[in-house]
């Protein structure tokens, strides 16, 4: 009789027991409860993208109000030390900070206006300079039609205007949002307190209630030092880049040096955003190109300087983050609420971290060393 391979029998072991079969059936990487968890997960996500898109004018003032008075509540904590009730210490604090935002948005308010009364005159100064480049690119057809090409570059259209109208739209929220957001941030500052005592004694277990006291501390905290670190070095910023400013001759220095202190709240978008601003300025604004870029390549200096060395050595490593999780954030928040959203990126990542450094299990495996 013919024995089959998974009937052998083992060695020193009693007859009868066979081998195990070398071909059996391996576990599966993903179980199908699990994929299906994935799925949900995958699903509900989709599903608050969704609900945070369509209902941006409720959701982006509410947002910016919490992150705001988290970001603040430290202030009216150290007024409630000073003996100052809560509540007005919340309206003191939303009133300095109001006027203060008053006061740089007038500063870049008037020469922009200013400036965009001079739009037609301002385009014909670009027109008549950009005819330096015309050599270039004459060259440039030469090139493509000895090499076989069959039609020449087209011609370089000049900047229109047409979009200002939409963008001071885009940026400018209705008075709702706004009567909204300082309603939230108000009352938020004022009961912060209590919320979080409710949000603590609304679980029953004690390593939970201490679990969340942790996280509400450190978001407290970290997003306390994000806002006065990143305020400190924004306005050095802007005092550079209207010392600068100053110094090489460009008009309304203040104002400009007020733009890129407010732009750079915006990472990576607003210094970019700036350095076209005086690009085009110092084009009007000067004879010859390279003496208009001057203060455009200084003020990229000053960036370079300020997000190598001065941020990180201020901030420190604890709320530095990742360049690709920042602009990964960046992008999708900008996506999602536009310019707002880009201010708020940061901040949500820094929850978002200290979040997952609470939640996630920390006897997690890890992947061996190699």
């Given at each position: 009789m013919r024995v089959l391979p998974s009937e052998r029998l083992m060695p020193g072991k009693n007859e009868g027991t066979p081998l195990p079969d070398s071909h059996g059936e391996l576990p599966p990487v993903i179980r199908r409860t699990e994929f299906v968890a994935f799925a949900l997960a995958g699903l509900l996500l989709i599903a608050i993208v969704a609900v945070l898109y369509a209902a941006k004018a409720f959701f982006l003032p509410v947002v910016m109000a919490i992150v705001?008075?988290?970001?603040?509540?430290?202030?009216?904590?150290?007024?409630?030390?000073?003996?100052?009730?809560?509540?007005?210490?919340?309206?003191l604090i939303v009133i300095a900070v109001t006027t203060v935002v008053a006061f740089v948005v007038a500063l870049?308010?008037?020469?922009?206006?200013?400036?965009?009364?001079?739009?037609?005159?301002?385009?014909?100064?670009?027109?008549?300079?950009?005819?330096?480049?015309?050599?270039?690119?004459?060259?440039?057809?030469?090139?493509?039609?000895?090499?076989?090409?069959?039609?020449?570059?087209?011609?370089?259209?000049?900047?229109?205007?047409?979009?200002v109208q939409p963008t001071l739209e885009f940026l400018s929220p209705t008075f709702a949002e706004f009567l909204l957001f300082f309603a939230t941030l108000i009352l938020f500052i004022a009961s912060w307190r209590d919320l979080r005592r409710a949000m603590i004694m609304n679980f029953s277990d004690r390593d939970?209630?201490?679990?969340?006291?942790?996280?509400?501390?450190?978001?407290?905290?970290?997003?306390?030092?994000?806002?006065?670190?990143?305020?400190?070095?924004?306005v050095g910023v802007g005092i550079a880049t209207g010392?600068?400013?100053?110094?090489?001759?460009?008009?309304?220095?203040?104002?400009?040096?007020?733009l890129a202190a407010a732009l750079n709240f915006i990472p990576i978008i607003g210094p970019v955003a700036m350095f076209a601003v005086l690009a085009v300025v110092g084009l009007v604004a000067f004879p010859t190109i390279g003496g208009g870029l001057v203060t455009a390549l200084a003020f990229g200096g000053v960036t370079f300087l300020e997000g190598h060395f001065v941020t990180?050595?201020?901030?420190?490593r604890r709320l530095s983050l990742n360049a690709l999780a920042v602009?990964?954030?960046?992008?999708?928040?900008?996506?999602?609420?536009?310019?707002?959203?880009?201010?708020?990126?940061?901040?949500?990542?820094?929850?978002?971290?200290?979040?997952?450094?609470?939640?996630?299990?920390?006897?997690?495996?890890?992947?061996?060393?190699?």
């Open positions: 705001a008075g988290t970001m603040l509540s430290p202030a009216a904590s150290f007024l409630e030390r000073r003996h100052v009730p809560r509540a007005l210490g919340a309206v870049i308010t008037v020469p922009a206006m200013e400036w965009s009364s001079r739009l037609p005159e301002l385009g014909a100064q670009l027109k008549e300079k950009a005819h330096v480049f015309d050599r270039p690119l004459a060259l440039w057809k030469e090139l493509q039609t000895m090499v076989g090409g069959s039609e020449g570059l087209p011609s370089v259209p000049l900047p229109k205007f047409d979009w939970a209630r201490l679990r969340t006291l942790r996280i509400l501390n450190e978001i407290e905290v970290h997003l306390g030092n994000y806002l006065l670190t990143v305020t400190v070095i924004n010392i600068v400013c100053a110094i090489t001759g460009m008009p309304n220095a203040a104002g400009l040096g007020a990180p050595t201020i901030i420190g602009f990964i954030a960046l992008a999708f928040w900008t996506w999602l609420w536009g310019p707002m959203g880009a201010f708020l990126s940061s901040p949500l990542l820094i929850v978002a971290l200290i979040l997952k450094e609470h939640l996630a299990p920390a006897d997690s495996p890890q992947l061996p060393q190699g």
